[in-house]
């Protein structure tokens, strides 16, 4: 039962935003507007905070290793699959990607990390490796796809994180991190509360997504939900696992590294999906599906390897 009460709140989350949008309570814009919010304020806030208070040094480097490892096979993977099997254009294969190998190690990885694992630390290493090498490698390509041209410009580029408020927050976090500054308390309770509302400000935009049907040709067919079904939740912590193993790791690391890398997609796919305007329907679907069906993963994970 303890696993399940982790997943209950997205799911009523998610429900309550599907429900609110059939009902007509919210107005037709309610995903695009909740998206919008989290995107530019809320995450970065959430991002932020909890960067700006992770230390930067003491790292389990082959845990960590061997987690990037499975996370670059099949965000790869996906990535260049999506064309390959599925004729997905440029701009949609990062998020593609992103939905087979970018795992909710936030509000869902920690309390399951608590609750299987004992402590957050290692997961608190996830979200530096996500934030600060995934997510900027996504948003590069996002953006370049969002220029009309399809261009790579070193100056668009180099001044993305200033026009990105996610991943600017980041590096303010890391930089405020390393100087071991604090915040005003006042600054501090501000972005707290905005933080806390990018969670299920998240799922309502997911949810509320879902009532809309999306154009037949963005629409993910059945086999591309399982292709990502089954990368996000075999073929990455497998791979976790066979690295693991090959980095000599102990028994506890190596539970820590395949949970973590068993952990479902992050609605965060949604959210970037939605902002650059490729891929949402690929991205909530494969969200709600992989959230749903991860509880078996990460059971299995903890029965055979804890």
Known sequence: ??????????????AVGYAACRWG??????ASVLGRFVFHLAMPSALFLALSRMPLSGFAGRSLLAFGLSTAAVVGFGWVGASWLFGREPGERPIWGMAAGYVNSANLGIP??????????????????QVLVVTPVILVALDRHSDPAGRV??????????????????????????????????????????SGAAVPAALVALGASLHHTA?????????????????????????????????????????AVVVCAGLPTAQNTFIFGQEYGVGEAVANRAVVVTTTLSLATLAAAAALLG
């Not at 996610?166 to 600054?187: D, E, F, H, K, T």
């Open 112 to 129: 399951i990390a608590t609750q299987v694992l004992g402590d957050v630390s290692f997961l608190a290493e996830v979200v530096l490796l």
């Open 215 to 255: 154009p037949s040709r963005a629409e993910p067919t059945k086999l591309e939900l399982a292709v990502i079904t089954a990368l996000k939740l075999v073929a990455q912590p497998v791979i976790a696992y066979a690295a693991g193993l090959a980095l000599h790791l102990s028994a506890p690391q190596l539970l």
């Open 153 to 194: 410009r070193v100056r668009r580029i180099a001044s993305l994180p200033v026009r990105n408020p996610v991943i600017l927050a980041s590096l303010l976090g890391v930089a405020w991190s390393a100087g071991g500054l604090q915040l005003p308390s006042a600054a501090g309770a501000s972005l707290t509360l905005l």
């Open 1 to 14: 039962m303890s696993l399940v009460s982790a997943f209950v709140p997205i799911w009523i989350l998610t």
């Open 25 to 30: 309570l919210l107005g037709e814009a309610v």
